[in-house]
């Protein structure tokens, strides 16, 4: 589902934001990537999703090379991936409904199947009763709800998460990654940039590590974590 294949990103002054990458992520596949602020997370992320591009190597996103991608292609590929952000970027002066019909509207779907979509959606993530709530409204955690919401409405086969408990407590954040989990138990293919190695190890799926813009480690899931009763 992703490929990087020998991908270094180096921005304008010589910074680089990743160096000579290459790892795969299969269809349904979940996995964590950890490392220190700046180690290229965020880049490795905007890479796969089209904001960035890499300076060398290959960037393969369900078999299309995204570096041979023309610009007028790009939302096509962009409708396959659900972004979760840290700051969850929600529009508070839009109900909940109208945040997480977003990405439909622009999609051009009719309106009826927004409505429904919309409400799978909500409901899915426990927020059926809040649609018509303005984001303000809603505690850290529901905000953060809402936005996964909405990266998950018109059901992409890949799920990509930007530090999306940064702002949560541990409670809240285990939370959040169960609904990842749940995702990936029905095959969307889940990549979750996030510095809180507890969380990782408890949920026990794959680990890749940066360090600097370098893949330093790779890790397959130990079966041992994430069995844990909660």
Do not use: W
Request: with cysteine.
């Amino acid at each position: 589902m992703i490929r990087f294949d020998h991908v270094t990103k180096r921005y304008p002054g010589g910074h680089e934001g990743l160096n000579n990458v290459s790892f795969s992520l299969e269809q349904g596949e979940m996995a964590f990537l950890t490392g220190h602020s700046g180690a290229g997370k965020s880049t490795l992320l905007k890479l796969i999703a089209l904001i960035e591009r890499s300076t060398r190597g290959h960037v393969y996103v369900d078999g299309k090379n995204l570096s041979k991608t023309r610009r007028r292609q790009i939302p096509y590929i962009r409708r396959e991936i659900g972004i979760v952000f840290q700051n969850h970027s929600l529009l508070m002066d839009r109900t909940v409904f109208h945040n997480v019909a977003l990405p439909l509207v622009i999609a051009g779907y009719r309106h009826q199947e927004i409505g429904r979509r919309v409400r799978a959606s909500l409901d899915k993530l426990g927020l059926l009763n809040k649609e018509m709530s303005y984001p303000l409204s809603l505690s850290t955690g529901e905000q953060q709800r809402v936005g996964i919401a909405r990266a998950v409405v018109n059901r992409p086969p890949l799920l990509l998460a930007d530090e999306p408990t940064g702002n949560l407590d541990p409670d809240l954040s285990r939370e959040v990654m169960s609904l990842f989990k749940q995702f990936k138990q029905v095959g969307v293919t889940v990549l979750i940039a996030t510095h809180d190695l507890s969380l990782v190890s408890e949920f026990g799926e794959r680990c890749i590590t940066l360090d600097s813009g370098k893949l330093v480690s790779d890790e397959r899931a130990s079966h041992h974590a994430g069995h844990q009763s909660h």
